[in-house]
């Protein structure tokens, strides 16, 4: 047996279809998450012009943030499911968690200055 042979990572096709499956609920589960966070958040809006539109603003962010997040995430699986050895999932999961952790910054930056301005709009006299 070669080297190349020993190293091959194999993942049983069994294993690979529950794998996908399970890749295809999660999908389907956040598309129903999603349909029901507008939905929440849609009511949040209500409760007066100028906070409803930092709300309109923090929902979109958050929204787009979690749709983004969820599809790296489901993508990074799908990755995993067609890696050849344990060194490229290694590389792979390397990859995919220094990217998060800057995505997550990014967003949590960008969702903090939402708020912010949110915030002083709201607290600035009406007249």
Same mark, same amino acid.
């Given at each position: 047996?070669?080297?190349?042979?020993?190293? #091959? *990572?194999?993942?049983?096709?069994?294993?690979?279809?529950?794998?996908?499956?399970?890749?295809?609920?999660? #999908?389907?589960? *956040?598309?129903? *998450?999603?349909?029901?966070?507008?939905?929440?958040?849609?009511?949040?809006?209500?409760?007066?012009?100028?906070?409803?539109?930092?709300?309109?603003?923090?929902?979109? %962010?958050?929204?787009?943030?979690?749709? %983004?997040?969820?599809?790296?995430?489901?993508?990074?699986?799908?990755?995993?499911?067609?890696?050849?050895?344990?060194?490229?999932?290694?590389?792979?999961?390397?990859?995919?968690?220094?990217?998060?952790?800057?995505?997550?910054?990014?967003?949590?930056?960008?969702?903090?200055?939402?708020?912010? %301005?949110?915030?002083?709009?709201?607290?600035?006299?009406?007249?």
């Amino acid at each position: 047996m070669s080297d190349e042979e020993r190293d #091959r *990572f194999e993942i049983p096709k069994e294993m690979r279809s529950m794998a996908e499956a399970g890749l295809e609920q999660a #999908r389907k589960t *956040f598309e129903k *998450f999603l349909a029901s966070a507008e939905a929440a958040a849609g009511s949040i809006e209500e409760c007066g012009h100028t906070v409803g539109a930092g709300a309109r603003d923090l929902r979109a %962010k958050a929204i787009a943030n979690a749709e %983004k997040n969820v599809q790296a995430s489901l993508d990074h699986a799908q990755s995993l499911l067609h890696a050849r050895d344990l060194t490229e999932v290694t590389r792979l999961h390397g990859e995919y968690v220094q990217t998060q952790m800057r995505t997550l910054a990014e967003q949590a930056s960008e969702m903090a200055q939402i708020m912010t %301005k949110t915030t002083m709009e709201a607290a600035k006299p009406k007249g």
